[in-house]
């Protein structure tokens, strides 16, 4: 592996000597633009809204504004999707091998998203490009002489009865990489194939000895627990002892940082930690400068970016678009924004809203950071809580206690007098006496509108704290357990009630 090593940290250094970005942005997303409708203009979708009209307009981003509407998941599917599934060229040219679901965070089910040959490819593009920006971090060659683990969702995909197969988005990725990728890729698609979760991470750790882990890939919750699993089961002080070349995280899906003194607590050496933007409808984005969490835009591998402000000229007070927002190109937007992201992409979604609330953080190049999901945005009685508003009390809340509270859910519901509360469940080993009044007090400094909704409708915080165990009880009861699975912070009144009731069970 000392020789694969060397060529592989040769050829990346290599390839980021020829690489140039002479194109702006602007052009590179108008000519993503131009080449996503010239492939879509004979679908169904694209003789509807007239592509091939659109690509003969002067202004192709106002045209193409000006004539496709934005959609959500429930339009896009019922108008559009559904027939994919049947059907060839609906959204985009033939029809997809695979679906998607989504892991859930938001709606009442999973989505299904349809996943294309060319949407593969791109996904695989991006990660190139991240691969390729590792030589701005300049890491040892050990790293390149090491393996790669990647916790996904089960590789086992299930098949369809209209001839395509679906599973979770990380969990397609593995079932298609190439035969060459066994070389450096851990646990290998026959552990990755297994479908439950207990089993497929008791595998892991048995096998974990007999690997050379450089880098790690995975939502944070579940690598944590893998990990903390593989350390109990060979009585370890720390992950390194097994892994002494382990050196890079890839982490995604969630808000790393109420995970990080856990992940520092089971590390001997520090771990350099890479942020990913990598969904079900495509990966979006990922850190390629050192010393940062911020994310590059992939602005050149098969999507189209608009921007809705994430305020009242996009949304209302709930976090729902207007009818008619304020779109923004990536020539428009400002750094310190905060914006609803909408994707056009080659897996046929078209103007399509995420429902993920990006900030810039620099233009030069384009870097977002992921604050929130419009839905984790807390504001039935005008507290206008954002998710990264609260992420911030959470961890001042476990800094003041000394402690960590890794996971959290809150949501408003009435109390037995009828008036609104908000209800939060703290994942942790703290103690809860004294909890709801130090944690009003930190939303209370924290945001003048949280403030306000105390003094008026919102009559109180209620707080109750649970344990890991317990967590993963009312995951496995709810069939949230592993793989890229991620708990919805904010709840509604009806879910918050059912995760009451099961952690309440004797």
Same mark, same amino acid.
């Given at each position: 592996?000392?020789?694969i090593?060397k060529?592989?940290?040769?050829g990346?250094d290599l390839?980021?000597?020829?690489?140039?970005e002479?194109e702006?942005?602007?052009?590179?997303?108008?000519?993503?633009?131009?080449?996503?409708?010239?492939q879509a203009?004979?679908?169904a979708?694209?003789k509807?809204?007239?592509f091939g009209?659109?690509l003969?307009?002067?202004?192709?981003?106002s045209?193409y504004?000006?004539?496709?509407?934005?959609?959500n998941y429930?339009?896009m599917?019922?108008?559009?999707?559904?027939r994919?599934?049947?059907?060839?060229?609906?959204t985009?040219?033939?029809k997809?091998?695979?679906?998607?679901?989504?892991?859930?965070?938001?709606?009442?089910?999973?989505?299904?998203?349809?996943?294309?040959?060319?949407?593969l490819?791109?996904?695989?593009s991006?990660?190139?490009s991240?691969?390729?920006s590792?030589h701005?971090?300049?890491?040892?060659?050990?790293?390149f002489?090491?393996?790669?683990?990647?916790l996904?969702?089960?590789?086992?995909?299930e098949?369809?009865?209209?001839?395509?197969k679906?599973?979770e988005i990380?969990g397609?990725?593995?079932?298609n990489?190439?035969?060459?990728?066994d070389i450096f890729?851990?646990?290998?698609?026959?552990?990755?194939?297994?479908s439950?979760?207990d089993?497929?991470?008791?595998?892991?750790?048995?096998q974990?000895?007999?690997w050379?882990i *450089?880098?790690?890939?995975?939502?944070?919750?579940?690598v944590?627990?893998?990990?903390?699993?593989?350390i109990?089961?060979?009585?370890?002080?720390?992950?390194?002892e097994?892994w002494?070349?382990?050196?890079?995280?890839?982490?995604?899906?969630?808000a790393?940082?109420?995970?990080?003194?856990d992940?520092?607590?089971?590390?001997?050496?520090?771990?350099?930690?890479l942020?990913?933007?990598?969904?079900?409808?495509?990966?979006i984005?990922y850190?390629g400068?050192p010393?940062?969490?911020?994310m590059?835009?992939?602005?050149?591998? *098969?999507?189209?970016f608009?921007?809705?402000?994430?305020?009242?000229?996009?949304?209302?007070?709930? *976090?729902?678009?207007?009818?008619?927002p304020?779109?923004?190109?990536?020539?428009e937007?400002e750094?310190?924004?905060?914006?609803?992201?909408?994707?056009?992409?080659?897996? *046929?979604?078209w103007?399509?809203?995420?429902?993920?609330?990006?900030?810039?953080?620099?233009?030069?190049p384009?870097?977002?950071k992921?604050?929130?999901r419009t839905?984790f945005?807390?504001?039935?009685?005008?507290s206008?809580?954002?998710?990264?508003?609260?992420?911030?009390?959470i961890?001042?809340l476990?800094?003041l206690?000394?402690t960590?509270i890794?996971?959290?859910?809150?949501?408003?519901?009435?109390?037995e007098?009828?008036?609104?509360?908000?209800?939060?469940?703290?994942?942790?080993?703290?103690?809860s006496?004294?909890l709801?009044?130090?944690?009003d007090e930190?939303?209370?400094?924290?945001?003048?509108?949280?403030?306000v909704?105390?003094?008026k409708?919102l009559?109180g915080?209620?707080?109750?704290?649970?344990s890991k165990?317990?967590?993963?009880?009312y995951?496995s009861?709810?069939?949230?357990?592993?793989?890229?699975t991620?708990?919805p912070?904010v709840?509604?009144?009806?879910?918050?009630?059912?995760?009451?009731?099961?952690?309440?069970?004797?």
């Open positions: 592996m000392a020789i090593g060529l592989v940290k040769a990346i390839t980021s000597k020829f690489q140039t002479d702006s942005p602007q052009n590179a997303q108008e000519n993503q633009l131009r080449e996503l409708l010239t203009k004979n679908t979708f694209g509807y809204y007239g009209e659109i003969k307009a002067e202004d192709l981003i045209a504004r000006q004539e496709v509407p934005i959609f429930d339009n599917h019922e108008q559009w999707w559904c994919q599934e049947r059907l060839e060229d609906i985009w040219p033939g997809p091998d695979f679906f998607a679901r989504s892991s859930g965070t938001t709606g009442k089910s999973s989505k299904r998203i349809p996943i294309t040959k060319e949407f490819a791109s996904m695989r991006v990660g190139s991240m691969i390729n590792l701005e971090f300049d890491f040892p060659e050990t790293l002489e090491s393996e790669v683990l990647m996904s969702s089960s590789a086992s995909l098949d369809n009865e209209q001839g395509f679906e599973g990380s397609i990725n593995v079932s990489f190439p035969g060459w990728f890729y851990r646990p290998g698609k026959e552990i990755a194939s297994i439950d979760w089993e497929r991470v008791e595998a892991i750790a048995a974990a000895p007999n050379n *450089g880098a790690i890939a995975g939502i944070p919750s579940w944590l627990l893998m990990l903390q699993r593989i109990a089961r060979h009585e370890l002080t720390t992950i390194h097994i002494p070349n382990f050196q890079v995280y890839a982490s995604g899906g969630v790393f940082e109420t995970y990080r003194e992940f520092e607590a089971i590390c001997k050496t520090p771990v350099t930690i942020d990913t933007y990598l969904a079900s409808e495509g990966f984005a850190t400068t010393d940062t969490m911020a590059k835009l992939a602005l050149s591998h *098969g999507y189209f608009e921007f809705i402000p994430f305020d009242k000229r996009g949304i209302t007070d709930s *976090g729902e678009l207007l009818s008619d304020l779109v923004l190109g990536i020539d937007v750094v310190g924004e905060e914006y609803v992201l909408l994707l056009s992409s080659c897996a *046929g979604a103007r399509y809203t995420i429902g993920d609330v990006v900030r810039f953080e620099s233009m030069e384009p870097q977002i992921i604050t929130g839905k945005f807390l504001n039935v009685v005008g206008q809580l954002s998710e990264e508003k609260m992420d911030k009390a961890l001042e476990a800094e206690y000394g960590t890794n996971e959290y859910m809150v949501g408003a519901i009435k109390n007098h009828g008036d609104y509360i908000h209800q939060w469940v703290l994942v942790s080993d703290i103690k006496e004294g709801a009044d130090k944690l930190l939303l209370k400094s924290a945001n003048k509108n949280y403030a909704a105390r003094s409708a009559k915080i209620s707080v109750k704290v649970i165990d317990q967590y993963t009880n995951l009861q709810t069939n949230k357990k592993g793989g890229q991620k708990t912070k709840m509604v009144a009806e879910k918050m009630e059912k995760l009451l009731k099961i952690i309440n069970q004797p």
